[in-house]
């Protein structure tokens, strides 16, 4: 069964400050990953995806992922952070045998300090 | 084009009670998932409908349920309401071309009292 570890619960960075969120998952071949955003009362938004290919991949508000097959592990970054990204980050798998049934991490809240 | 659309954005029901929620998935989109999001449990996969078929289901008692309908949009039903059932209700909405990525909707508040 597929799965997905977001260590970090929570995060608080300053703006204009670098962030990585972590994102580590389990499964058995080469899955779909994915990073979504949720702000406060509303549903989640696409940041990025991988499916194959480049293993960095660029997404949407300056963020980029990338893929590390020998960790199983697809990171989520932003050089410098905007006070408007504080949100909750969802990083998602996607099986590939299992049509488009979604496993989720448990999120990471991210505060941005002024 | 629109995004996906999902009624009503708040509910309050009581124990016992049964409640229904309502989706429209992105245009020309077949496929309709939905997933429960609680603090305790996070996102979970309730079940996900493909041209009226159910084609996965997710670790539920049978008072969830669903359907599509041929406009490819989607309801669920959860009946005799538990406190516990007291969740953000997401439908995601997958197009057939594409990286094969799900657009949510704004989800559904529902509170059971």
């Known amino acids: 069964a597929q799965s997905v570890t977001q260590p970090d619960i929570h995060i608080t960075v300053s703006e204009g400050a670098s962030l990585e969120l972590r994102c580590n998952y389990s499964?058995?071949?080469?899955?779909?990953l994915f990073w979504y955003v949720q702000s406060p009362g509303q549903g989640l938004q696409l940041l990025l995806k991988?499916?194959?290919?480049?293993?960095l991949v660029q997404g949407i508000k300056g963020f980029e992922a990338e893929f590390k097959r020998s960790q199983s592990s697809f990171n989520l970054r932003k050089p410098s952070v905007h006070w408007s990204d504080a949100a909750e980050y969802f990083c998602?798998?996607?099986?590939?045998?299992?049509?488009?049934?979604?496993?989720f991490g448990g999120g990471t809240r991210v505060l941005v300090k002024p | 084009k629109a995004g996906v659309t999902q009624t009503p954005r708040y509910l309050i029901k009581t124990r016992g009670q049964q409640v229904t929620l309502s989706c429209s998935p992105i245009?020309?989109?077949?496929?309709v998932s939905w997933y429960q999001q609680t603090p305790g449990q996070g996102l979970q996969f309730l079940f996900e409908?493909?041209?009226?078929?159910?084609?996965n289901k997710g670790n539920f008692p049978g008072r969830f349920s669903g359907r599509q309908f041929s406009n490819s949009r989607s309801e669920m039903n959860v009946s005799t309401l538990e406190l516990g059932d007291s969740a953000l209700y997401l439908c995601a909405s997958r197009g057939t071309s594409g990286g094969g990525e799900q657009f949510f909707g704004p989800g559904t508040r529902l509170t059971v009292l």
């Open positions: 991988y499916f194959s290919g480049d293993t």
């Open positions: 409908y493909f041209s009226e078929t159910q084609r």
């Open positions: 499964y058995g071949a080469t899955p779909y």
């Open positions: 245009s020309g989109h077949r496929s």
């Open positions: 998602a798998v996607g099986a590939r045998a299992a049509g488009n049934k979604l496993t």
